[in-house]
């Protein structure tokens, strides 16, 4: 199975800040990476598909990019409903795994 | 309005069973193929099963391979999940989602339900 590490696992920041979020796939996925948004009592959200193509609806501070088998989640410049948790999926291959998840918290 | 709602979760006895149902509404499900994925009290989301929209493929993460069964009913535009032999460790939200395909290629899940509780315990 591929493993995807994510890091950091909880980041703090501020409005206005831009912010990393990293995933490392343990073999070579392509660009089959999507990203995700969780909020409590909210419906999951896709953000970013294919590594970098930013799904409809999702605001242009939310990019997606890749280096050989590490991606990158960026926010550009941080808003108050950005603070949630995010996580990483590969689409490469059966089982469809899943980073343990960022949580983006108020500083 | 697109939208996926789960239901039949509910509190089960290790080694019972239990059949979870996602309603879809808002889209020609019939087109699309369709997944589970499960997230435990406090921890991140785990990737259960996928089922293509003819049901001619269907896959399922090792960790329930044998115990759970997924099928759809297309002309009831509906997803289920049999779960049988319930352990501890399958105590979570469960969700369904519908599966993004882009250039004939499987790219994540784009619409989500809300979950549904299914709690093993004695």
């Known amino acids: 199975d591929i493993q995807m590490t994510q890091s950091p696992s909880s980041v703090s920041a501020s409005v206005g800040d831009r912010v990393t979020i990293t995933c490392r796939a343990s073999?070579?996925?392509?660009?089959?990476l999507a990203w995700y948004q969780q909020k409590p009592g909210k419906v999951t959200k896709l953000l970013i598909y294919?590594?970098?193509s930013l799904q409809s609806g999702v605001p242009s501070r939310f990019s997606g990019s890749v280096s050989g088998t590490d991606f990158t989640l960026a926010i550009s410049s941080l808003q108050p409903e950005d603070f949630a948790t995010y996580y990483c999926?590969?689409?490469?291959?059966?089982?469809?795994?899943f980073g343990g998840g960022t949580k983006v918290e108020i500083k | 309005e697109v939208q996926l709602v789960e239901s039949g979760g509910g509190l089960v006895q290790p080694g019972g069973s239990l059949r979870l149902s996602c309603a879809a509404s808002?889209?020609?499900?019939?087109?699309?193929?369709m997944k589970w994925v499960r997230q435990a009290p406090g921890k991140g989301l785990e990737w259960v099963s996928y089922?293509?929209?003819?049901?001619?493929?269907?896959y399922y993460a090792d960790s329930v391979k044998g115990r759970f069964t997924t099928s759809r009913d297309n002309a009831k535009k509906s997803l289920y999940l049999q779960m049988n032999s319930l352990r501890d460790e399958d105590t979570a939200v469960y969700y369904c989602?519908?599966?993004?395909?882009?250039?004939?290629?499987?790219?994540?899940?784009?619409?989500w339900g809300q979950g549904t509780t299914v709690t093993v315990s004695s």
């Open positions: 989602a519908r599966s993004l395909v882009v250039a004939a290629r499987l790219q994540g899940m784009d619409v």
């Open positions: 808002g889209f020609t499900f019939s087109n699309y193929n």
């Open positions: 089922i293509s929209s003819s049901s001619s493929n269907i």
């Open positions: 073999q070579g996925i392509s660009t089959n």
């Open positions: 294919a590594a970098s």
């Open positions: 999926q590969q689409a490469n291959s059966f089982p469809f795994t």
